[in-house]
């Protein structure tokens, strides 16, 4: 088996707190290898463009266990393989650069790639594993909507932002005798929503998986006013959406997804029409993801980076390395990126939740 000489490190999509905390782990433990290790800046972009690629040492990753963001930067749009490129006429058209990747991680001789990534970066990875370029994913979102493993970095610091924010909207509440929507980021997943819901005590958590009636949210509502509780707390996904309508999202151009997000307003009016009670928005959007990781997540963070290592090590690619408690284990990409990991209605968080009143804008359960 030949020597490993050389490692190459990016992160892709949007940035999660423990990214800095992954990136240095990584480095650490290749270079007690006696690795070199290069970062690449802006997920795949700097290996489309190699002036954006840093030499990573123990200097470089110095203090940074602790801090958001990631010093390598990072995009959560032009995937290498449909890549927006302006046309003669003007348009901008998506074109396959994926071989221009492939030629540069040869020409630089890198013996492998870690690919810190939610599943957009986990598909890219895939795509390139099946071109020859030998790669190990880890996982990181906010939205923890990775299959293949129980938990990515970033949501527990995104869900504990979530809590501490709905917990000091309950006083206000109360105060004004208001109803508060707190419209949470998770994508198409209620994960954010749900746990932060639960953990601060929402009266009303609507999330993706489960279409929402408003007449149910209302009567919530109003039954909590009819037993003196004259304030409510509703958590959003920004995901959710009434029975029979549409997410609300916006178009963000070519090669770009949809951005999620307006829910929150939409349903606040909803609100104040069928109940009559003054009713506030609060969006929590990026604070969910600015910031420096839980010890939960930098712990996670340093651990799958560390993982990931070892699985260079062992040359085992084509995988991501994923938590199943207490281990961490490696999955094949292709479990990684099969589906989209979404709340399972029947899980335990939900049945606590359903067990302590909380409505979800169905029919099911207590109101
Ligand atoms: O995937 C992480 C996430 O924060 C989602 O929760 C959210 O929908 C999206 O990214 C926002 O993307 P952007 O950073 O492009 O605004």
């Given at each position: 088996?030949?020597?490993?000489?050389?490692?190459?490190?990016?992160?892709?999509?949007?940035?999660?707190?423990?990214?800095?905390?992954?990136?240095?782990?990584?480095?650490?433990?290749?270079?007690?290898?006696?690795?070199?290790?290069?970062?690449?800046?802006?997920?795949?972009?700097?290996?489309?463009?190699?002036?954006?690629?840093?030499?990573?040492?123990?200097?470089?990753?110095?203090?940074?266990?602790?801090?958001?963001?990631?010093?390598?930067?990072?995009?959560?749009?032009?995937?290498?393989?449909?890549?927006?490129?302006?046309?003669?006429?003007?348009?901008?058209?998506?074109?396959?650069?994926?071989?221009?990747?492939?030629?540069?991680?040869?020409?630089?001789?890198?013996?492998?790639?870690?690919?810190?990534?939610?599943d957009?970066?986990m598909?890219?990875?895939?795509?390139?594993?099946?071109?020859?370029?030998?790669?190990?994913?880890?996982p990181?979102?906010?939205?923890?909507d990775l299959s293949g493993t129980v938990?990515t970095?970033?949501?527990?610091?995104?869900?504990?932002?979530?809590?501490?924010?709905?917990?000091?909207?309950?006083?206000?509440?109360?105060?004004?005798?208001?109803?508060?929507?707190?419209?949470?980021?998770?994508?198409?997943?209620?994960?954010?929503?749900?746990?932060?819901?639960?953990?601060?005590?929402?009266?009303?958590?609507?999330?993706?998986?489960?279409?929402?009636?408003?007449?149910?949210?209302?009567?919530?509502?109003?039954?909590?006013?009819?037993?003196?509780?004259?304030?409510?707390?509703?958590?959003?996904?920004?995901?959710?959406?009434?029975?029979?309508?549409?997410?609300?999202?916006?178009?963000?151009?070519?090669?770009?997804?949809?951005?999620?997000?307006?829910?929150?307003?939409?349903?606040?009016?909803?609100?104040?029409?069928?109940?009559?009670?003054?009713?506030?928005?609060?969006?929590?959007?990026?604070?969910?993801?600015?910031?420096?990781?839980?010890?939960?997540?930098?712990?996670?963070?340093?651990?799958?980076?560390?993982?990931?290592?070892?699985?260079?090590?062992?040359?085992?690619?084509?995988?991501m390395?994923a938590?199943?408690?207490?281990?961490?284990?490696?999955v094949?990409?292709e479990v990684a990126t099969e589906r989209m990991k979404c709340?399972?209605?029947?899980?335990?968080?939900?049945?606590?939740?359903?067990?302590?009143?909380?409505?979800?804008?169905?029919?099911?359960?207590?109101?």
């Amino acid at each position: 088996m030949e020597r490993i000489r050389r490692i190459a490190v990016n992160t892709g999509g949007g940035d999660a707190p423990g990214l800095n905390a992954v990136i240095r782990s990584i480095v650490l433990a290749s270079l007690r290898r006696g690795w070199e290790v290069l970062g690449i800046r802006k997920g795949y972009e700097g290996l489309l463009d190699t002036s954006k690629i840093v030499q990573l040492d123990r200097d470089s990753v110095r203090g940074i266990t602790h801090l958001g963001g990631t010093i390598l930067g990072t995009t959560n749009r032009n995937s290498p393989f449909q890549y927006p490129a302006k046309q003669a006429d003007g348009t901008t058209a998506l074109v396959d650069r994926s071989d221009e990747v492939v030629e540069n991680f040869n020409r630089l001789q890198i013996d492998a790639l870690i690919a810190i990534g939610g599943d957009g970066s986990m598909r890219i990875a895939s795509g390139l594993v099946k071109k020859g370029i030998p790669i190990v994913g880890v996982p990181k979102t906010i939205d923890n909507d990775l299959s293949g493993t129980v938990i990515t970095f970033g949501f527990d610091t995104a869900v504990t932002v979530a809590t501490e924010a709905i917990d000091r909207l309950h006083s206000t509440a109360e105060a004004h005798e208001r109803v508060f929507v707190v419209e949470v980021m998770g994508r198409y997943a209620g994960w954010i929503a749900l746990h932060s819901g639960v953990s601060a005590t929402a009266d009303v958590v609507l999330i993706p998986e489960i279409p929402y009636d408003i007449a149910s949210v209302c009567d919530k509502i109003m039954d909590r006013e009819a037993h003196g509780r004259r304030f409510s707390i509703v958590v959003v996904a920004e995901g959710a959406r009434p029975v029979g309508g549409e997410m609300v999202t916006r178009d963000q151009g070519v090669g770009r997804e949809r951005l999620l997000g307006g829910i929150g307003v939409q349903l606040a009016e909803e609100i104040e029409l069928g109940t009559g009670k003054e009713t506030r928005t609060v969006v929590l959007g990026h604070l969910q993801r600015g910031g420096g990781p839980t010890t939960f997540d930098r712990l996670l963070a340093l651990r799958f980076g560390a993982a990931a290592v070892r699985m260079v090590a062992e040359r085992r690619f084509d995988v991501m390395v994923a938590l199943d408690p207490p281990t961490v284990l490696a999955v094949p990409l292709e479990v990684a990126t099969e589906r989209m990991k979404c709340v399972p209605l029947d899980c335990d968080t939900m049945l606590t939740a359903r067990d302590l009143g909380i409505c979800f804008g169905d029919s099911d359960g207590e109101k």
